[in-house]
T-cell receptor
Framework: DAKTTQPNSMESNEEEPVHLPCNHSTISGTDYIHWYRQLPSQGPEYVIHGLTSNVNNRMASLAIAEDRKSSTLILHRATLRDAAVYYCILRETSGSRLTFGEGTQLTVNP | EPEVTQTPSHQVTQMGQEVILRCVPISNHLYFYWYRQILGQKVEFLVSFYNNEISEKSEIFDDQFSVERPDGSNFTLKIRSTKLEDSAMYFC?????????????FGEGSWLTVV
């Protein structure tokens, strides 16, 4: 599986935007970029995914670099409930599993 | 919003005992998965299941583990003879399709403690 690199931790203030980066320089042309998050003592929760174009949904936006070697998850207005570990995961078209890394621990300050 | 449900939420079992963890995937989903997370560690893939057979399994999923879809709604993970190192949170998940662009939905987990 192609590898992703994320900062171990980030901090944000409530109601401010948060930009969570992810590097995936060995991404292949058919890998999808998925973002999941895990709140304390809960199961992973889907956030957003994309292939080449930027994506928006009710939870977040995903900005994908033109060369696809990096992406950024954008939370437009962080809330305390957004404090979680955020995982950037590449998923191959031929594979069925999600391979979780260490992720980024996001702390949101009131 | 439809969700994956798991039971029990917490189970304590003695080493060597058999354990069955149960899951009800989202209705009309076709792909089912089990993942686990040992306390303080990463979420790890165990197995995926489609069309009543295992489609992929990890090296963790040895002969002590088995999965079954006994009826149209349940999906179970059996650990035949539990070991201390099986203590973990086990997550069931499902997706409509198995393609890379499909979303996988996770349950809240079953916390297994082996003593």
């Amino acid at each position: 599986d192609a590898k992703t690199t994320q900062p171990n931790s980030m901090e944000s203030n409530e109601e401010e935007p948060v930009h969570l980066p992810c590097n995936h320089s060995t991404i292949s042309g058919t890998d999808y970029i998925h973002w999941y998050r895990q709140l304390p003592s809960q199961g992973p929760e889907y956030v957003i995914h994309g292939l080449t174009s930027n994506v928006n949904n009710r939870m977040a936006s995903l900005a994908i670099a033109e060369d696809r070697k990096s992406s950024t998850l954008i939370l437009h207005r962080a809330t305390l409930r957004d404090a979680a570990v955020y995982y950037c995961i590449l998923r191959e078209t031929s594979g069925s599993r999600l391979t979780f890394g260490e992720g980024t621990q996001l702390t949101v300050n009131p | 919003e439809p969700e994956v449900t798991q039971t029990p939420s917490h189970q304590v079992t003695q080493m060597g005992q058999e354990v069955i963890l149960r899951c009800v995937p989202i209705s009309n989903h076709l792909y089912f998965y089990w993942y686990r997370q040992i306390l303080g560690q990463k979420v790890e893939f165990l197995v995926s299941f489609y069309n009543n057979e295992i489609s992929e399994k990890s090296e963790i999923f040895d002969d002590q583990f088995s999965v079954e879809r006994p009826d149209g709604s349940n999906f179970t993970l059996k650990i035949r003879s539990t070991k201390l190192e099986d203590s973990a949170m086990y997550f069931c998940a499902s997706s409509a399709q198995g393609l890379a662009g499909n979303t996988i939905y996770f349950g809240e987990g079953s916390w297994l403690t082996v003593v």
